[in-house]
């Protein structure tokens, strides 16, 4: 007879596959590294992934334990049948994964699971819910996902500053605007790492400051979970997180989902945000009587293999180790800050310093000379394969800081953004690394960069929406699962390929314009020259 045990027993392939994965060989285990992508001129070449920030390739073990499970499939709790307690037992052994990994304790903390980091931000706020009268702080280096359900509330809401230069959070403002608060301080959330420009705010620090006046700490660790992990600490100590937030697909873990971690306490009283089948234990015409928390914040059918999917990306994350990843991470973005701020007439933000003596993630924004931030991510992407993000980043106080864009500036970017019009969107193009980015790729961006900056982009006009990039077939949605199928399944070898051959000779042979024809490497042109013959179009919508 079939038990649980036996289902479960047929993921240990699954397992042996993460168990293989090591901070040195993840680019074999990353889905679409080896994807070719259309650039002007009808040429190919391999896709450069920078834009991790954003989000993030699946682990291949992933999806493949996904896709194993599909057969066992039913629905979280309450089912009597053999898939459904399954499921529900599986659901629960991911709702544990993630509590060790952050080091919560279920005894007394929730593991909430949610669509993503931006519903667990806005389920936190209405959860907390502070009076008027009372204040919460937060930064100016915060994503508008910790900004914005902050101020629908009413309450009071105060902003820490942060140094132009570098980026950094001014701690000594932080301190005083707490101080100015006082009593009525309620909480305090703020990001545990930029997503324009990497920098790590000290959250052990700013915890114990909170504390110390009687408030609660929240941490948005969307960016500093794939790249640092996050303890919790102490569920006693002054330097504890009281609540924690960040999403699956920052971590390879595709299906949407995302965590909300606190104190079982603070969801036990009251109505959740979102109520509805799962929230309660019974319902009369005159009452509720809620299920306890975490059920009670999960209204719906839960998210079953997005719970799966994050549940593997941690178990792949530890068994190749966070320190481990996180000193291949300052490997590439020293060589990233060497070459780049060695380019003439490239603008950086955030911390510069090519030796990363600071510790910081690897996220670098910069800006072009003469070369707008929608043109320049636009010509990186159409003339040479190589994905980044331009614009704010929904960041918009932080970048608008670190621009040094005025009062008056941004009224005329205000009225021209409420005529439609975006040519004048200030911003800046973003790189960001991820586990599986190499070093030939931080040579070969820097490549393109001097190319543009010398040759300048010949390219005009936009690529509108709604029409395919040159090159780019169009697929009938039946052949589309097939197509997925055959590319998941062929050989690691084929996947693994490396981005660039073999040097021969004293010229290098690279991947880029030029690079590559009718199937056989080529010597490179010199820097710029496919950019002098391209007639491409350059996108200006700008992630404003």
């Given at each position: 007879m079939v038990t649980a045990d036996d289902i479960l027993g047929a993921c240990a392939s699954y397992e042996n596959q993460i168990r293989a994965m090591t901070a040195g060989n993840v680019r074999d285990f990353v889905a679409g590294v080896d994807v070719q992508v259309p650039v002007v001129g009808g040429r190919s070449v391999?896709?450069?992934?920078?834009?991790?920030?954003?989000?993030?390739?699946?682990?291949?073990?992933?999806?493949?334990?996904?896709?194993?499970?599909?057969?066992?499939?039913?629905?979280v709790h309450r089912g009597r049948g053999f898939k459904s307690q399954l499921a529900t037992h599986v659901y629960e052994k991911c709702r544990r994964a993630v509590a060790d990994?952050?080091?919560?304790?279920?005894?007394?903390?929730?593991?909430?699971?949610?669509?993503?980091?931006?519903?667990?931000?806005?389920?936190?706020?209405?959860?907390?819910?502070?009076?008027?009268?009372?204040?919460?702080?937060?930064?100016?280096?915060?994503?508008h996902s910790n900004m914005l359900p902050w101020r629908k509330l009413g309450c009071g809401l105060e902003y820490?500053?942060?140094?132009?230069?570098d980026g950094t959070l001014d701690l000594a403002d932080l301190e005083r605007t707490m101080n100015r608060a006082g009593t009525r301080l309620c909480a305090v959330t703020v990001t545990g790492a930029?997503?324009?420009?990497?920098?790590?705010?000290?959250?052990?620090?700013?915890?114990?400051?909170?504390?110390?006046?009687?408030a609660l700490v929240a941490v948005d660790a969307t960016q500093l979970v794939p790249h640092r992990g996050?303890?919790?600490?102490?569920?006693?100590?002054?330097?504890?997180?009281?609540?924690?937030?960040?999403?699956?697909?920052?971590?390879?873990?595709?299906?949407?989902?995302?965590?909300?971690?606190?104190?079982?306490?603070?969801?036990?009283?009251?109505?959740?945000?979102?109520?509805?089948?799962?929230?309660?234990?019974?319902?009369?015409?005159?009452d509720v009587f809620w299920a306890p928390p975490p059920e009670k914040e999960e209204a719906g059918t839960p998210n079953l293999f997005g719970a799966v999917a994050l549940a593997w990306a941690i178990k792949a994350h530890?068994?190749?180790?966070?320190?481990?990843?996180?000193?291949?991470?300052?490997?590439l973005t020293r060589r990233a800050l060497q070459q780049l701020s060695s380019i003439e007439g490239l603008t950086l933000y955030g911390p510069r310093d090519p030796d990363v003596r600071e510790e910081r993630i690897g996220i670098i924004t910069l800006n072009a000379e003469r070369v707008s931030h929608a043109r320049l991510a636009a010509v990186l992407g159409h003339e040479w394969g190589i994905g980044v993000r331009n614009g704010c980043f929904c960041a918009q106080p932080y970048v608008r800081e670190l621009l040094g864009i005025s009062d008056e500036q941004m009224r005329s970017v205000i009225g021209n953004l409420a005529a439609g019009d975006h040519s004048s969107v200030p911003g800046m193009v973003r790189v960001s690394l991820g586990t599986y980015n190499t070093a030939e790729e931080i040579d070969y961006l820097a490549q393109a960069l001097r190319s543009i900056l010398i040759h300048r982009p010949r390219a005009k006009g936009g690529l509108r929406p709604g029409r395919r990039p040159?090159?780019?077939?169009?697929?009938?949605?039946?052949?589309?699962?097939?197509?997925?199928?055959?590319?998941?399944?062929?050989?690691?070898?084929?996947?693994a390929r490396r981005l660039a051959p073999p040097t021969h000779g004293p010229q290098r042979i690279r991947l880029g314009?030029?690079?590559?024809?009718?199937?056989?490497?080529?010597?490179?042109?010199?820097?710029?020259?496919?950019?002098?013959?391209?007639g491409s179009s350059v996108d200006r919508a700008a992630d404003f």
């Open positions: 391999r896709y450069v992934n920078l834009d991790n920030a954003a989000t993030t390739p699946p682990f291949l073990p992933i999806l493949d334990c996904a896709c194993g499970f599909f057969d066992w499939y039913a629905s990994f952050i080091g919560a304790d279920l005894s007394c903390h929730a593991v909430i699971f949610t669509q993503n980091a931006t519903h667990a931000l806005n389920k936190l706020a209405a959860r907390l819910a502070p009076r008027r009268d009372q204040v919460v702080i937060t930064t100016l280096m915060e994503h820490a500053r942060v140094r132009r230069d930029s997503n324009v420009t990497g920098v790590l705010p000290p959250i052990r620090r700013i915890a114990r400051m909170a504390h110390e006046r009687g996050l303890r919790r600490g102490d569920p006693q100590g002054p330097e504890r997180a009281d609540f924690a937030v960040f999403s699956a697909h920052k971590m390879h873990a595709p299906f949407g989902s995302g965590v909300l971690v606190g104190p079982r306490a603070v969801f036990e009283e009251g109505w959740p945000d979102i109520s509805g089948g799962g929230t309660v234990n019974a319902v009369t015409m005159d530890v068994t190749m180790g966070m320190e481990n990843l996180a000193e291949h991470e300052r490997e040159p090159g780019l077939r169009r697929e009938s949605a039946h052949r589309r699962p097939g197509r997925l199928r055959a590319h998941l399944t062929r050989p690691k070898a084929a996947r314009p030029s690079a590559r024809r009718d199937g056989r490497w080529q010597r490179s042109a010199p820097d710029g020259a496919a950019s002098r013959r391209a």
